[in-house]
């Protein structure tokens, strides 16, 4: 695992990270470790950030369950072996499992306790892991923010510097196993209502980040139970201008609901990433079709 | 293809077929082709059996994106090459390419044009079919009717020789491409509250042929947006005993609704199956671990 002193300054460990990192991916995970970035969002581009929830390993079945039911909130793009916090399966999506750890390279954490969060911003879960613990991650749409941008439409958060805005909604999960009665939680980003079936079009292919939208327009906006769009339950309320219209997205905020849903039906300790403080792996867009289920 | 004599009796026919064929799904195909069998329910124990949608090639990426983001009503079994009615992938599906037509093999079909429902208990698509149509296999629940009916939970539509209840939901599908605005259909068993649980396990297996139930009791019915079970939308209405509870599992004939949902945004002819005339393919419940995507 890392070798970097802790006597260094945040320059020299920066630096020292630069030389032993293999890839912008791997940097990430590393300057994550040492908590020398916070929010993941336009870090190391074209590489598909991750989502995280961990369970005790008697969910893990029924989590993989779901996530297979809902692969629009929940797209799987690895799952750690029982135990073991360093490799994930498929090997594809981190490259250096002689230098990861699913305890550390997230930004920061949410502990949860019997379906509620006991603690917010956690730099690392190395004191509260146990061997029994099995790590799930999960795609994120930041994956195809820069493809939004690349075709000129680059999401509004972005240009306004604010968090992206998140709301719970009326779509419900399919359940599985102990995972019942959860909803969608889905992000927003306003255009303009003749570029929708654009946005559309560029966000199709990231089936494995959530993919196209699942609702837009006023009328989209209501029909899955959103009354206020200028009141997200989370991130930040976002700036709009004249002629917007809403484009939702499933968002990887969602298995955080689950675990709330299925409150004290789960015991011991379950962890996920701290909003907007993603694992980058090594998944890239080039990998997109790889990941694709289907024939 | 069949080179059965159309001179000969309904009996000597089925003497052929059963002497022609090389497994009881194989005979079941010649049976539904030389229209010889109507309900597939029961039929061939332990192969998967499949409904139908065949859309014009230019719709096919849309569909198989909705089936990818919609695989609990939409479980992918099998896909036809554009234009080839007779070879599905993967080829596990259909075993016998030198003697398979997906315009003959289920017992009866539908066809659909803008949306609206042309034609019902069609016997065959050999007329209608142009060169440019694609054929969708998805998963169908029959497939765990066996599994039940073994652990002592033997559907209620089967002991009342009724066909299983089916009802419109509000529960949206996933939008993609042309295909917006769809909701599930779902078919409905009774069961006693206490056997749910055992239900619910037993199917869960089934991924590939929608798996557990995707609501349950009479809460549940309410919030999917099933006002009265005594009225079902398609199929039958169920025989009802003290204690018993509806549970729901999603259907294949939501195809069909995201057909009527599209309306005239699908240019052409559409064909399905007619509800309960499904095709069995050479899929068995001990493929269900290969069809199963993730990790």
């Not at 954490?109 to 911003?121: A, P």
């Not at 930040?236 to 299925?262: I, L, N, S, Y």
């Not at 300790?269 to 079709?289: I, K, N, S, Y």
Request: net charge negative; glycine share 8%.
């Amino acid at each position: 695992m890392g070798s970097i002193s802790n006597g260094n300054t945040d320059t020299s460990i920066r630096s020292q990270i630069s030389k032993q990192s293999t890839s912008p991916a791997h940097e990430a995970r590393l300057l994550s470790r040492h908590n020398l970035i916070t929010n993941t969002s336009g870090l190391a581009p074209n590489y598909l950030q991750a989502n995280l929830l961990i369970l005790p390993s008697k969910y893990a079945q029924d989590f993989h369950d779901l996530c297979l039911r809902n692969p629009v909130p929940c797209p799987l793009l690895g799952i750690t072996a029982p135990g073991d916090p360093h490799s994930v399966t498929p090997s594809q999506c981190i490259q250096t499992p002689n230098d990861f750890d699913i305890r550390t390279d997230f930004p920061r954490y949410r502990i949860y306790q019997n379906g509620k969060c006991l603690s917010t911003s956690v730099p690392s879960l190395l004191d509260v892991w146990t061997p029994d613990h099995v790590g799930f991650l999960i795609g994120c749409s930041f994956s195809f923010e820069d493809a939004l941008t690349a075709a000129g439409l680059r999401p509004r958060h972005q240009k306004t510097n604010t968090i992206v805005a998140m709301y719970k909604t009326n779509i419900p999960l399919l359940p599985a196993g102990v995972f019942t009665g959860a909803k969608f939680i889905v992000s927003m980003r306003p255009y303009k209502a003749h570029e929708v079936e654009r946005v559309r079009e560029v966000t199709r292919p990231f089936l494995s980040t959530h993919g196209e939208p699942v609702a837009w327009g006023w009328e989209g906006a209501k029909e899955i139970g959103i009354r206020d769009v200028h009141t997200p339950d989370f991130g930040q309320k976002q700036v709009w201008e004249e002629g917007d219209v809403p484009v939702f997205w499933a968002c990887g905020v969602t298995p955080q609901m689950v675990v709330e849903a299925a409150g004290d039906k789960v015991d011991g300790l379950v962890f996920a990433h701290e909003p907007g403080h993603m694992l980058v792996t090594d998944w890239t867009t080039g990998d997109l079709d790889k990941l694709r289920p289907g024939f």
